[in-house]
């Protein structure tokens, strides 16, 4: 069965440095997701993504993250300068269709992000 | 406010023993449902979702939900708990956007 693939599994970064997480999403997916889950919380939604632009954020998504698709498989997270709340497992998902069908969001296994 | 609630936060059962997991959700328009299992190192697994129509849906390894409107609730359930079924279980509703509102989960334990 198609998979969504994260990259690496677990990233431990500098507090102030620049992390990019990475996502294959299932390919013939058009819609895409990023979500955030800090240790002992809920899953929470970050942003939405299709037709290369964003379709949806929340308010966690502020000006330090950025979301990009730099190619036909790609689909990547970028938080500028991290900061130590940013640690969390970051989960990206993909879906065939958006909001209001009946197709359901795939997630892959995450990244876990660690902020020193 | 749109959310989901788990109220149980850890359950423990017998293998062999029948299970229910409890959710409840507040949605303004008409929800999409969810059950996600994650076990320990993995990501996300989708369970089973309901959409619309029958009210009692089926899923992966044996699980089913049957959606209540008027109670708001989309409990999970299985007739007989396999020691594999240990994992955390997230319930999750979305429907006119593209946020899926995810609960706190519920983490169950399965004794032999």
């Known amino acids: 069965e198609p998979e969504v693939t994260q990259t690496p599994s677990h990233q431990v970064t500098q507090m102030g440095q620049e992390v990019i997480l990475r996502c294959v999403p299932i390919?013939?997916?058009?819609?895409f997701y990023w979500y955030r889950q800090i240790l002992g919380q809920k899953v929470e939604f970050l942003v939405s993504?299709?037709?290369?632009?964003?379709?949806?954020k929340s308010e966690i998504f502020d000006d330090q993250f950025s979301v990009e698709r730099p190619d036909g498989s790609n689909f990547t997270l970028k938080i500028r300068s991290t900061k130590l709340e940013d640690s969390a497992m970051y989960f990206c998902?993909?879906?065939?269709?958006?909001?209001?069908?009946?197709?359901?969001?795939?997630f892959g296994d995450g990244t876990r992000l660690s902020i020193l | 406010a749109q959310s989901v609630t788990q109220p149980d936060i850890h359950i423990t059962v017998s293998e062999g023993a029948s299970l229910e997991l409890r959710c409840n959700y507040s949605?303004?328009?008409?929800?999409?449902l969810f059950w996600y299992v994650q076990s320990p190192g993995q990501g996300l697994q989708l369970l089973l979702k309901?959409?619309?129509?029958?009210?009692l849906v089926q899923g992966i390894k044996g699980f089913e939900a049957e959606f209540k409107r008027s109670q708001s609730s989309f409990n999970l359930r299985k007739p007989s708990v396999h020691w594999s079924d240990a994992a955390e279980y997230f319930c999750?509703?979305?429907?006119?956007?593209?946020?899926?509102?995810f609960g706190t989960g519920t983490r169950l334990q399965v004794f032999p």
């Open positions: 999750a509703v979305g429907g006119d956007t593209d946020k899926l509102i």
């Open positions: 390919s013939n997916h058009l819609y």
């Open positions: 993504f299709y037709n290369n632009e964003i379709s949806e």
């Open positions: 998902a993909s879906s065939a269709q958006g909001a209001r069908s009946n197709q359901p969001q795939h």
């Open positions: 309901y959409f619309s129509g029958d009210t």
């Open positions: 949605y303004g328009a008409t929800p999409y």
